[in-house]
């Protein structure tokens, strides 16, 4: 069983594919993308992630920074209640760090270690079926105090199925995340960001608070761990604050984490802590968006 378990769990670990944010109003995704990665396409839907640790073990020695792990930190910022769009009101220099596709055992511990070590907490999304594969790591997650989300059971593409499969795929992650944690879920994030209005309303309904982007850190590039620290604070003094989007699947992630709080606490941004307040308003309004929404 635990051998299954194992197979199950890279296979899935395997097919992720990272979140790509939609495009704003200032340019493409296309040409977002181009622009800092000549060299890397954005991922489509069914395209698989590099897990090639051979890759990694180069662009880890490149961001070996001499950074100060030890403290005393002043990173840590307020504990935000959310129930509702309203709720989500970050002040300037305020982030909140979220995770996606994980738990993925050894990347994951490693990226809690490091959130340890500064006094953050972040907001991990976690897919069904790698909860399932890997409930220890899932449990040390919730038992560090982070916020815990779903992200689906497999990690589709919903725009692409029908309303009845979608909102099946939404349900299924979201028992199976909470059976393994041992409570239930209150926040939720579209794959690919890939949503509609009929979407997020049904999803509302469930009493889930959808989780949308500020800042992607496009770590699911094969791009060094440096590189995704300096296209992260880019796009951070372009927006002074916001959620930003990473991923625990990825080992250039769990690397480059010390080198990007460390920037973060250096230029004097607080970490937010994201916590879900019950309500007994009407469920439509649980959406807790970023501040540029995208209509589809």
């Known amino acids: 069983m635990t051998f299954r378990l194992l197979l199950a769990g890279l296979a899935v670990s395997l097919s992720l594919a990272g979140c790509a944010t939609k495009p704003g109003n200032e340019a493409s995704l296309k040409t977002s993308f181009a622009a800092e990665e000549p060299r890397h396409k954005p991922l489509k839907a069914n395209d698989p992630v590099e897990m090639e640790p051979t890759k990694?073990?180069?662009?880890?020695?490149?961001?070996?920074?001499t950074v100060d792990n030890g403290g005393p930190h002043h990173l840590a910022g307020r504990t935000l209640e959310v129930s509702s769009l309203h709720d989500l009101k970050l002040?300037?220099?305020?982030?909140?760090?979220?995770?996606?596709?994980?738990?993925?055992?050894?990347?994951?511990?490693?990226?809690?270690?490091?959130?340890?070590?500064?006094?953050?907490?972040?907001?991990?999304?976690?897919?069904?079926?790698?909860?399932?594969a890997h409930p220890a790591t899932a449990r040390k997650v919730f038992a560090d105090g982070d916020t815990i989300g779903s992200h689906t059971f497999r990690h589709p593409d919903l725009d692409k199925m029908s309303f009845d499969m979608a909102m099946a795929e939404i349900t299924r992650g979201e028992h199976a995340v909470a059976k393994v944690i041992g409570t239930d879920v209150s926040f939720f994030r579209f794959p690919y960001l890939a949503d509609s209005k009929r979407l997020r309303t049904a999803v509302a309904m469930r009493d889930l608070v959808?989780?949308?982007?500020?800042?992607?850190?496009?770590?699911?590039?094969?791009?060094?761990?440096?590189?995704?620290?300096?296209?992260?604070?880019?796009?951070?003094?372009?927006?002074?604050?916001?959620?930003?989007?990473?991923?625990?699947?990825?080992?250039?992630?769990?690397?480059?984490?010390?080198?990007?709080?460390?920037?973060?606490?250096?230029?004097?941004?607080?970490?937010?802590?994201?916590?879900?307040?019950?309500?007994?308003?009407?469920?439509?309004?649980?959406?807790?968006?970023?501040?540029?929404?995208?209509?589809?």
């Open 56 to 65: 990694w073990a180069s662009a880890e020695l490149e961001t070996r920074e």
């Open 210 to 296: 959808v989780m949308d982007v500020d800042i992607d850190s496009k770590d699911y590039f094969n791009s060094t761990p440096s590189a995704v620290v300096t296209r992260t604070m880019n796009q951070l003094y372009k927006r002074g604050r916001g959620i930003i989007l990473m991923h625990d699947i990825h080992q250039r992630t769990a690397t480059m984490l010390p080198t990007l709080l460390s920037r973060l606490e250096r230029e004097g941004y607080k970490v937010v802590t994201l916590k879900y307040k019950g309500t007994s308003a009407p469920a439509t309004n649980l959406i807790a968006q970023a501040s540029v929404t995208v209509v589809r």
């Open 91 to 132: 002040d300037d220099k305020e982030v909140i760090l979220s995770f996606d596709d994980g738990p993925a055992p050894g990347k994951t511990e490693r990226i809690l270690s490091t959130l340890d070590k500064f006094g953050v907490k972040a907001a991990f999304m976690m897919v069904g079926q790698m909860a399932e």
